[in-house]
């Protein structure tokens, strides 16, 4: 029996036993309502996100087992269902299952919207209500290495018992790595959070490991390329990488041109005063204390932190590593005023791991289950780490407060000091002391080396 017939039948086999099973999404806060009765949903894995303007569109991607499916339609609308939009479907790698994907726009983006998936005449899916985008102070969620165990799933309704805007996943998604019903459980399980609360997504080196990304960029919508790309949230500038996660496909060098680019372009933004910060998201940490994992491949952390450092990024947000950590503002392993906040979030599931010690630029660090709350509220950002377990790794149903900061905008003249010209390859090189084919083979070796090392330790 596979995986999944498992999970059907009632099995789920990465859940404590503690936790109840992992089937319905229709009782939860903020969920949806149960379909009509009679009617046999056959959409499943339900994902909002945006792949425009994160006021006034919406991306609503699900799934359908097999390859024939009937048209897929979205029916929605703000107190009845006025307009319906056709899905583009295609098939998600390396298995008979389809994506469906449709763009909502054309509606009052200041109030709730509405929707349901439809197939054919009788199968119609619960229906979800996504809250609007406020336009000043929103607040947004961050994790990474999610998974499917039980904590996955306390992170996931710690979440929603929040009530955040929307959720930031820093890679390391489902753990497939290679065995694609696996993706269509961990959708099936996102689906309670990620129907009604969008999620936008990094890659991760585990997302490599699915035909070089190819399960990721097939069953996620998300801006630009879906890899990398960036959006503007009111007064932040969201600048989101792969930090290398799929160097097999030789793209990694454009992508840090792309990201020279952006990150000067936002930097600019930023002095006229149109945003606050920006905030960078990449899977890999550039520091961590995790034992065994320093120097994470340093001619790309290099190369990472010149351009990082060079524009002015004031948030960096992270998984990887399986645990909390925080750093104070920082530069190249030390703390440095005027520096960027990295916030590694790897305790979304899948495991916990060890310190090796605590480095000078480490402001907290936690061996815990949990994620980060951001609340954005004019020049000043204030987030609170929750945890979802107990100090001994058990699971609880209460969070709790693991470490809490506030990070203040930057003054108009370090806004102008980070305006600089953009820098052409080998300008950016150079100024890096990077050599090319060093940095693209040392990214291979990480990511090819973490990969054997141990996903998880079992706490349960
Ligand atoms: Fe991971
Ligand atoms: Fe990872």
């Given at each position: 029996?596979k995986?999944r017939?498992?999970?059907k039948?009632?099995?789920?086999?990465?859940?404590?036993?503690?936790?109840p099973?992992?089937?319905?999404?229709?009782?939860?806060?903020?969920?949806?309502?149960?379909p009509p009765?009679?009617?046999?949903?056959?959409a499943?894995g339900?994902?909002?996100?945006?792949?425009?303007?994160?006021?006034?569109?919406?991306?609503?991607?699900?799934?359908?087992?097999?390859l024939?499916?009937?048209e897929?339609?979205?029916?929605?609308?703000?107190?009845?269902?006025?307009?319906?939009?056709?899905?583009?479907?295609?098939?998600?790698?390396?298995?008979?299952?389809?994506t469906?994907?449709?763009?909502?726009?054309?509606?009052?983006?200041?109030?709730?919207?509405?929707y349901?998936?439809?197939?054919?005449?009788?199968?119609?899916s619960?229906t979800?209500?996504?809250k609007p985008?406020?336009r000043?102070?929103?607040?947004?969620?961050h994790?990474?290495?999610?998974?499917?165990s039980?904590?996955?799933?306390?992170?996931?309704?710690?979440?929603?018992?929040?009530?955040?805007?929307?959720?930031?996943i820093a890679g390391?998604?489902s753990?497939a790595n290679?065995?694609?019903?696996?993706?269509d459980?961990?959708?099936?399980q996102?689906?309670?959070?990620?129907?009604?609360?969008p999620?936008?997504c990094a890659?991760?080196?585990?997302?490599?490991?699915?035909?070089?990304?190819s399960?990721y960029?097939t069953?996620?919508?998300?801006p630009?390329?879906?890899?990398?790309?960036?959006?503007?949230l009111?007064n932040?500038?969201?600048?989101?990488?792969?930090?290398?996660?799929?160097?097999?496909d030789?793209?990694?060098?454009?992508?840090?041109?792309?990201?020279?680019?952006?990150?000067?372009?936002?930097?600019?933004r930023?002095?006229?005063?149109?945003?606050d910060?920006?905030?960078?998201?990449?899977?890999?940490t550039?520091?961590t204390?995790?034992e065994?994992r320093?120097?994470?491949?340093?001619?790309?952390?290099l190369l990472?932190?010149?351009?990082?450092?060079?524009?002015?990024?004031?948030l960096l947000?992270v998984g990887?590593?399986h645990?909390?950590q925080?750093?104070?503002?920082?530069a190249?392993?030390?703390?440095?005023?005027?520096g960027y906040?990295q916030?590694?979030g790897?305790?979304g599931g899948?495991?916990?791991?060890?310190?090796?010690?605590?480095?000078?630029?480490?402001?907290?660090q936690?061996l815990?289950?949990?994620?980060?709350?951001?609340a954005?509220e004019?020049?000043?950002?204030k987030?609170?780490a929750w945890a979802?377990?107990?100090p001994?790794?058990?699971?609880?149903?209460?969070?709790?407060l693991?470490?809490?900061f506030?990070?203040?905008?930057?003054?108009?003249?370090?806004?102008?000091?980070?305006?600089?010209?953009i820098?052409d390859?080998g300008?950016?090189?150079?100024?890096?002391?990077a050599?090319?084919?060093?940095?693209?083979?040392h990214t291979?070796?990480?990511?090819?080396?973490h990969?054997k090392?141990?996903?998880?330790?079992?706490?349960?």
């Open positions: 029996m995986r017939d498992l999970l039948a009632g099995a789920p086999l990465l859940l404590a036993p503690w936790l099973g992992c089937g319905s999404s229709s009782s939860y806060a903020n969920g949806g309502q149960t009765g009679g009617s046999r949903n056959i499943r339900l994902h909002a996100s945006w792949t425009g303007d994160p006021h006034g569109s919406r991306a609503i991607t699900w799934f359908t087992d097999g024939n499916a009937p897929g339609v979205v029916e929605f609308g703000q107190g009845h269902f006025s307009q319906t939009v056709r899905a583009v479907a295609s098939q998600a790698y390396d298995i008979d299952v389809l469906h994907r449709a763009e909502l726009g054309g509606y009052d983006p200041g109030k709730p919207l509405q349901r998936v439809r197939h054919g005449g009788d199968s119609l619960a979800y209500t996504l985008m406020p000043g102070a929103f607040r947004f969620a994790f990474g290495d999610h998974g499917l039980g904590f996955s799933r306390l992170v996931r309704e710690g979440i929603l018992s929040r009530g955040v805007d929307f959720v930031l390391d998604l753990y290679g065995d694609q019903p696996v993706w459980d961990w959708f099936n996102l689906e309670h959070l990620s129907a009604s609360v999620v936008l890659a991760g080196n585990h997302e490599e490991k699915d035909g070089n990304g399960a960029k069953r996620l919508s998300q630009g390329n879906g890899r990398y790309y960036s959006y503007v009111n932040v500038q969201f600048v989101i990488s792969t930090g290398g996660a799929f160097v097999a030789g793209t990694l060098l454009a992508e840090l041109l792309w990201l020279e680019t952006t990150l000067a372009q936002a930097s600019l930023r002095a006229r005063g149109e945003i910060f920006i905030a960078f998201v990449q899977h890999f550039l520091w204390d995790e065994g320093s120097p994470n491949n340093p001619t790309l952390v990472e932190e010149n351009i990082l450092l060079r524009y002015g990024v004031d947000l990887h590593d645990e909390y925080r750093s104070h503002a920082m190249f392993g030390q703390p440095r005023e005027g906040v916030v590694c790897g305790g899948v495991g916990i791991r060890s310190f090796s010690g605590q480095s000078a630029w480490s402001a907290a936690h815990r289950y949990s994620f980060i709350e951001y954005v004019g020049r000043s950002i987030a609170q979802v377990d107990t001994e790794l058990q699971p609880s149903r209460e969070l709790t693991i470490d809490e506030e990070l203040t905008a930057r003054s108009p003249q370090a806004r102008n000091d980070s305006v600089k010209p820098r390859a300008s950016l090189l150079a100024q890096s002391g050599n090319w084919r060093y940095v693209e083979a291979r070796l990480r990511n090819a080396q990969l090392q141990a996903v998880w330790h079992e706490h349960a």
